[in-house]
């Protein structure tokens, strides 16, 4: 068999496979999920400040002169901005590792020196030009 017929080949078998992986999916029935029951209700009370902001989401330009938004984005805003709508307990602040030796030498030998071992010399001009 030469290379031709064997590259022939290979192209043939490919078009049979992409066809035939075609003509399964399209046979294919779409599977709708199942819902998931999680055994509990769930009992959501409704929050009036909430559907007043929507609603005052809605009314566009006219929401900043209507008294009930201000209102509501007033109330919006001490729901989260109040001294005392923020928690009692702060998280506890990130101690610092201990050192070995606090005496120990500084200087570390893996970090490049601040300034040149040696005097760099300023560019020479090529005056042969």
């Known amino acids: 068999m030469d290379g031709k017929m064997l590259a022939r080949l290979g192209a043939v078998v490919f078009v049979a496979v992409a066809i035939t992986a075609t003509a399964i999916e399209m046979n294919r029935k779409e599977e709708t999920p199942e819902p998931w029951a999680s055994g509990r209700t769930i009992q959501t009370q409704a929050d009036p400040l909430r559907n007043e902001l929507i609603r ?25 901005l109040a001294p005392g709508a923020r928690p009692a307990e702060r998280l506890p602040e990130p101690s610092l590792p201990p050192r070995d030796n606090p005496a120990a030498p500084t200087d570390r030998t893996d970090q490049p020196a601040l300034g040149p071992s040696a005097p760099i010399a300023p560019p020479q001009l090529d005056e042969a030009r």
Do not use: M, S
Request: aromatic share 8%; hydrophobic share 30%.
């Open 56 to 80: 005052c989401q809605g009314l566009g330009e006219a929401g900043p002169r209507d008294t009930a938004c201000l209102r509501a984005w007033a109330e919006n805003r001490n729901r989260f």
